[in-house]
């Protein structure tokens, strides 16, 4: 079976209870719903033919439109050659992500790394598993980390690095967190890195405001029934366009409203699965209810 398949059997009849698994009608004549797909590792299995798989091309599909041939995505090095390992209890590293809110959970899910190259000894390491994609985002875990340059004018000049990315790294077409939302019954769709984990494990990011045209038909070749654009509050416009661009498609789309100086990850109440379902109205009087808190203040 491959995603094109998945793709004809349009949304799944239901889910799982516990949402781990994507029910459907099999063409062995099922009325009832008895294929159940895992939406972690791509595996199904029917319960009244017998029969059973795994997706194919669950690790290896590139998303529609194609993507461009390979000599214009250059690979990035794998992972190893940067000597990455997991983020481990007692680092610099584990103590930056504990302290943005993270759990031991979430280290394991998204795979977090550090390396101990000099390069990266300051850096927490995200690796980007977006279908053939297999790059690297890193970020400073310290707050002020400066490079200098020279500018156009001859005069050196000083920015604050917080992100580098990996070899290949093409912002136009890659997802953050692609390949664990392909049977997701819902999308969160977030700018950031941070605001994706923040939302929930059925969060992408699109590494800007602007969610470009081949990552929204990434996205809209999935099954999931509806999507919630949760862009940076300041970013309202951006995210009523994408929730357009969406329904346009004859799709379910929400746009989760945010003061405008907040992004999904700056809001501790909204962290996890509070926000996961949070219907439009739901979420403006969430908007308001910090208003009143910050006019409080
Ligand atoms: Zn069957």
Redesign the pocket.
């Known amino acids: 079976m491959t995603l094109e398949d998945l793709e004809r059997l349009g949304p799944p009849v239901r889910y799982t209870s516990d949402r781990t698994q994507a029910i459907y009608l099999?063409?062995?004549?099922?009325e009832t719903g008895?294929?159940y797909i895992n939406v972690t590792t791509g595996g199904w299995k029917?319960?009244?033919?017998?029969?059973y798989g795994f997706i194919d091309g669950y690790t290896d599909w590139e998303g529609r439109p194609p993507a461009p041939p390979p000599q214009e995505r250059p690979k990035p090095p794998p992972l190893h050659t940067i000597d990455a390992q997991r983020v481990t209890r007692g680092t610099p590293q584990y103590d930056y992500l504990r302290g943005r809110g993270l759990s031991d959970d979430d280290i394991l899910f998204y795979d977090l790394r550090m390396s101990k190259r000099e390069k990266y000894s300051r850096q927490v390491i995200f690796p980007v598993y977006d279908r053939g994609y297999r790059g690297f985002i890193t970020r400073y875990i310290d707050s002020e980390q400066k490079q200098w340059h020279k500018g156009p004018d001859g005069k050196w000049k000083s920015r604050t690095l917080r992100y580098l990315n990996s070899p290949g790294f093409n912002r136009q077409q890659t997802i953050y967190n692609y390949d664990k939302v392909l049977l997701c019954e819902e999308i969160q769709i977030a700018e950031g890195i941070f605001s994706a984990m923040a939302l929930g494990r059925n969060a992408v990011a699109t590494f800007g405001k602007d969610v470009t045209l081949v990552q929204l038909e990434r996205l809209l070749v999935l099954p999931a029934q509806s999507f919630v654009v949760a862009l940076d509050g300041d970013a309202l416009s951006q995210a009523l366009d994408v929730r357009k661009r969406i329904e346009e498609r004859g799709r379910v789309a929400k746009v989760m409203f945010l003061p405008e100086e907040h992004d999904p990850d700056s809001i501790p109440t909204l962290r996890g699965i509070t926000v996961k379902r949070l219907t439009e109205t739901e979420a403006l009087r969430v908007r308001f209810a910090l208003a009143r808190k910050k006019a409080r203040v």
């Open positions: 099999h063409s062995c004549g099922d008895h294929f029917c319960w009244k033919c017998g029969r």
